[in-house]
C-alpha cells in the first residue's frame, strides 16, 4: 500500500510541483481534496492489498489522461468480474467461519450459564434472570410496551442502549425478536430481567448490521417500566 500511496504522489506531482501538508487553515479545496482522499482510501483499504501498484498506476494514468488501454473493454470487464466472485467467495467462507465460531461460543456460555444460581431456562432455551421483581399485570403478545433495555454481546460489547440515550422505547411485544417476545410476557410491570437469549431467538445465522455477528447469542438487561392499555 505504501507503493500505491508513493506512486499516487508522483503521478499527482506531474500535474502539481508543490506538495503541501493539508490542515485546518487549508484552503477549502485542500482540505475537500484530503478528505476525498482519505474517504477513498478507508473504502477500498481491503482492495488495495489486493492491487499491484505498478499496474494499477498504469491503469490509473491512462484512465485519467485518456491514453490507449493496454487491455480491452472486454479484458477489463472480465478482470473485475473474476475479482468481484474471488473476493465474494472470500467473504461468505469468512461468514461461515465466524458464524461457527459464534454458535460454539454460544452453546458453551449457555450451557454454564444454566449451572448458575438464579438462572431460568424455558423450553424454548431463553434464559433468564431476575433483577428486580415487579408487580402487577404481565404483557400478553399484543400489548404494548414501554420499556428500557441495554444489549450486550458475550464479549461485554455494548451494541444498543436506550439507557444511555436516555429514551426509553415502545413497542407491541410481538414486533420484537422471539426471545423478547417471549421474556417480556414472563414480567411484571416494574420488573429488570436479564435475558441470555440464543441465536435462534434473536438474529439466527444472519445477524444484524455490523454489531451482531452471525449465530450471536445475546444478553439484554431490560426493565419493563409500562404496559399501555
Do not use: C
Request: avoid cysteine; charge should be positive.
Amino acid at each position: 500500500m505504501k507503493k500505491i500511496i508513493l506512486g499516487l504522489s508522483i503521478l499527482m506531482a506531474v500535474s502539481h510541483s508543490q506538495a503541501a501538508t493539508v490542515n485546518n487553515k487549508s484552503t477549502q479545496k485542500d482540505q475537500f481534496s484530503y478528505s476525498y482522499g482519505y474517504a477513498m482510501g478507508k473504502t477500498y483499504a481491503d482492495i488495495l492489498k489486493d492491487i499491484h501498484p505498478e499496474a494499477f498506476l498504469q491503469g490509473l494514468q491512462q484512465g485519467a489522461l485518456g491514453q490507449k488501454t493496454s487491455l480491452t473493454d472486454e479484458e477489463m470487464a472480465k478482470a473485475l468480474a473474476q475479482y468481484k466472485q474471488q473476493s465474494e467467495a472470500k467473504q461468505l467462507i469468512a461468514f461461515q467461519q465466524t458464524a461457527q465460531e459464534n454458535g460454539k461460543r454460544g452453546e458453551a456460555f449457555l450451557a454454564e450459564n444454566a449451572k448458575k444460581s438464579g438462572i431460568m431456562t424455558t423450553k424454548s432455551g431463553l434464559q433468564y434472570q431476575v433483577l428486580q421483581a415487579g408487580q402487577g399485570k404481565k404483557p400478553t403478545a399484543t400489548s404494548k410496551v414501554f420499556v428500557n433495555y441495554e444489549g450486550r454481546l458475550l464479549d461485554g460489547t455494548v451494541f444498543d442502549s436506550s439507557i444511555a440515550r436516555g429514551q426509553p422505547v415502545d413497542f407491541q411485544v410481538s414486533q420484537v425478536i422471539s426471545g423478547w417476545t417471549e421474556g417480556l410476557q414472563l414480567m411484571q410491570e416494574g420488573a429488570k430481567y436479564r435475558f441470555f437469549i440464543p441465536a435462534k431467538l434473536a438474529y439466527g445465522d444472519i445477524g444484524a448490521g455490523d454489531s451482531i455477528g452471525p449465530n450471536s447469542t445475546l444478553i439484554f438487561d431490560v426493565e419493563l417500566l409500562k404496559i399501555f392499555p
